[in-house]
């Protein structure tokens, strides 16, 4: 797992565009959200990607870009962005790259039985590449407020 204050991991993937997106694309400019989310069109991450597109505006007023990542294909990335409406990119870590990097591939039991899983995780990135924020097991209800309310404290 990581910790605040250490350098964020690295990374990039292709977005719901097909287009490749890094962390050094926002290096020196933009904080980066940074939400982990089992899978696209299921309840909780319905709602905390609609959260977030709620507070789109607020947080591109605060410099910040929130990304969210799945291991979802770019197609059911589309879907899920033109079905709600989001205003959020979405990032297709289909191979599991990003999950190990960041930590959140973790196996879960459920009903005794074991799998392995994404843990709905979110890193706060920095304009430095830092992160501020490193949170696993998080609630999706009320989660975007409260990363909006700690970029405006950067």
Not at 92 to 107: I, R, S
Not at 123 to 144: N, S, W
Request: a negative charge; charged letters at 25%.
């Amino acid at each position: 797992m990581l910790n605040q204050n250490e350098n964020a991991p690295f990374f990039k993937a292709n977005n719901q565009n097909d287009k490749l997106v890094s962390l050094t694309d926002f290096s020196g400019e933009k904080n980066v959200v940074l939400y982990f989310y089992p899978k696209d069109d299921t309840p909780g991450c319905t709602i905390e990607a609609n959260e977030f597109t709620g507070l789109a505006e607020e947080f591109s007023k605060a410099d910040t870009v929130v990304i969210g990542v799945s291991k979802d294909n770019c197609a059911s990335h589309v879907d899920f962005i033109n079905k709600y409406n989001l205003q959020v990119e979405l990032l297709a870590d289909t191979e599991g790259k990003l999950c190990e990097n960041y930590g959140v591939w973790q196996e879960v039991e459920k009903d005794g039985v074991k799998k392995m899983k994404i843990v709905r995780s979110t890193f706060v990135i920095d304009k430095q590449g830092v992160l501020i924020e490193a949170l696993y097991g998080v609630t999706p209800e009320g989660h975007a407020q409260e990363m909006l309310d700690k970029v405006k404290s950067l």
